[in-house]
């Protein structure tokens, strides 16, 4: 008899052993499985970072948790590297490969530019030919039912009466074409330059568009507005603005003279985007043609963040770009609001941008170590003091 209970006993404490084990395992497993559905993410095999390809991400956009990148990719003549696939590029969020979503390849991404033209008094005779060349070539460039335009042209008494808005942001089509084309040719000149008005107007504009958006700014003089102080709290207000929609600046100043140079070098770093000094009317077109270019040029993917989570840590995004055995890596980040929780970590993303990888949680102590301990100690020690007693 006591010998069949030893055997019940050993039993009990045999089958509890198994049970223990056989939770370690699955979790072991189903680490192995996560680790495993990382890796099967899109892997762009070995390349090489020769420095025939190189790679820029010229903006980021963030829509909640679903993330837009453009990026500029150039081969080894330096012009745009064409006929990438997204088989070609690879994005990791904090390491984690992500499924990309849309994608648009060079020459195909829609263009939103906002156009803001100085047509004041001293925009007369070839600057304002020059002007009005570069914007119509500009409006040649983009295409119907595809790209977006906005056209405000500013001076004082176009912000008195009708307003600086000559074409709401939207997408083109002829009708739309010809109204700014209209628009371009036919606005009279006339005293004073309220640039930050005709901005920040334009700026309400940019909110009913989404996507790749830039503001292009013209002007051979300077805001007749603010000055000093007030000039400087403007260009924060109206950077603050243009950073919250993700909208560079491109500030061009015309042949110098009477151009804050300061100024608007001021807006367009402050407004992540570029200042461009235009020496005389006629290069306005090629810098026009340029922007025009670079943005119709650019590669364009997204994406839904692989950590959904408002906990106020930022997330680094890599992008990597393979063509042949030749390969290249950009960079950029965006910050999630929130607050960080106490104790978090984020973790951290290799040098060369490979995954991280995935770290296999342990068993949570008080949900599941510790009553699978209470219940193995209960199966063997209560047979044994009932026998005992016996």
Aim: hydrophobic content about 35%; charged content about 20%; some cysteine.
């Amino acid at each position: 008899m006591r010998t069949f209970k030893s055997l019940v006993i050993a039993g009990l404490f045999f089958g509890a052993i198994c049970w223990v084990s056989l939770m370690g395992l699955l979790s072991w497993a189903g680490g192995k499985l996560q680790a495993g559905g990382s890796e099967s993410v899109g892997s762009l095999g070995p390349w090489t970072d020769d420095g025939t390809i190189k790679a820029e991400v010229v903006h980021l956009d963030r829509q909640g948790f679903h993330v837009g990148l453009a990026l500029k990719i150039t081969g080894p003549d330096g012009k745009v590297l064409g006929g990438l696939t997204p088989q070609d590029i690879e994005i990791r969020e904090d390491g984690v490969p992500v499924v990309t979503g849309k994608f648009n390849g060079a020459g195909q991404a829609p263009v939103r530019v906002c156009v803001v033209m100085d047509y004041s008094g001293s925009m007369n005779g070839k600057k304002i030919e020059g002007a009005k060349a570069a914007a119509l070539a500009l409006l040649d460039m983009l295409r119907d039912n595809t790209d977006h335009l906005g056209l405000y042209l500013f001076n004082g008494p176009q912000m008195k009466n009708s307003g600086s808005e000559k074409l709401a942001m939207g997408p083109l089509d002829p009708v739309r074409r010809e109204q700014a084309r209209e628009a371009i040719l036919k606005t009279p000149l006339a005293g004073g330059t309220p640039m930050f008005g005709s901005m920040e107007k334009a700026i309400e504009g940019l909110k009913s568009s989404s996507g790749r958006r830039v503001l292009v700014v013209m002007t051979d003089g300077m805001d007749t507005q603010y000055k000093g102080a007030k000039f400087d709290e403007r260009v924060g207000l109206v950077t603050t603005n243009t950073k919250q929609l993700n909208v560079p600046i491109y500030m061009i100043s015309l042949m110098g003279g009477k151009s804050d140079e300061t100024g608007m070098k001021k807006l367009a770093e402050q407004g992540n985007g570029q200042y461009i000094y235009a020496p005389t009317p006629e290069k306005l077109k090629d810098i026009y043609i340029n922007i025009g270019e670079t943005l119709q040029n650019e590669y364009t993917l997204e994406y839904d963040s692989p950590n959904p989570v408002e906990d106020g840590l930022t997330r680094n995004v890599t992008v990597t770009v393979r063509k042949g055995d030749s390969g290249t890596q950009a960079k950029s980040e965006y910050h999630v609001p929130g607050v960080i929780s106490t104790g978090g970590s984020k973790r951290p993303t290799p040098a060369d941008g490979s995954a991280a990888p995935v770290e296999q949680a342990s068993a949570p102590f008080a949900t599941v170590v510790l009553p699978l301990a209470t219940l193995l100690g209960l199966l063997f020690a209560v047979p044994y003091y009932v026998w005992l007693r016996r």
